[in-house]
């Protein structure tokens, strides 16, 4: 119902991330119009507050991310860290050009791949592609990640080399000595 003199704030928030309020104007007698505008996909709670009358009323807008537009590497496991000296692996996530994270879930978010040493496999869990690269044989694994058949960020390198240490980052003064872990890759085809 039309009342004179209100006084209406609306607030969006997605909880402790975000929060913001937004200038409301009359549009006619008991209407009134704002503009929302954000590039931060989620779930937002849209407030409309009262301030004569107290009262409020929520609803909820959901943001969806937009097409992929680059991708992120959430983590690398090089061949020494496997428990396969053949084995190297990398996590990806796909983001949309406001660095919004793409889920899996949304259309056209597919990532493929193609090393130039041995096989990759592609596979995805809770919106994180894994790209696990197998090895045949000594040399450099280039990853190449691919959206929609066009390469989609850098190149990435594996390093699949006969004998890999894994030195450590630093040394223990009162041992004096330093444990490094070698990591030894012999293919198939070489025999034993």
Do not use: C
Not at 51 to 77: E, F, W, Y
Not at 126 to 143: R, S
Not at 152 to 157: M, V
């Amino acid at each position: 119902h039309p009342i004179k003199n209100r006084q209406l704030r609306l607030v969006a928030t997605t909880g402790i991330d975000y929060s913001k309020e937004f200038e409301v104007t009359e549009f006619g007698m008991g209407i009134y119009r704002t503009n929302f505008a954000t590039k931060l996909a989620g779930l937002y709670v849209i407030t409309v507050l009262d301030d004569v009358s107290g009262t409020k009323n929520d609803a909820t807008l959901r943001v969806n991310p937009g097409p992929v537009d680059h991708i992120q590497i959430v983590d690398r496991i090089e061949p020494h860290q496997s428990s396969e000296p053949n084995k190297a692996a990398v996590r990806i996530v796909s983001k949309d050009k406001y660095d919004n994270m793409v889920p899996y879930s949304s259309s056209e978010n597919n990532l493929t791949a193609g090393t130039s040493l041995g096989e990759v496999e592609v596979s995805h869990y809770d919106d994180i592609f894994y790209f696990e690269v197998t090895a045949d044989d000594w040399g450099t694994a280039e990853l190449s990640v691919r959206y929609k058949d066009a390469l989609i960020g850098d190149q990435i390198n594996f390093n699949f080399y006969p004998i890999q240490i894994g030195m450590p980052k630093g040394i223990e003064l009162a041992e004096g000595t330093v444990e490094a872990p070698i990591s030894i890759y012999f293919p198939k085809k070489y025999g034993k």
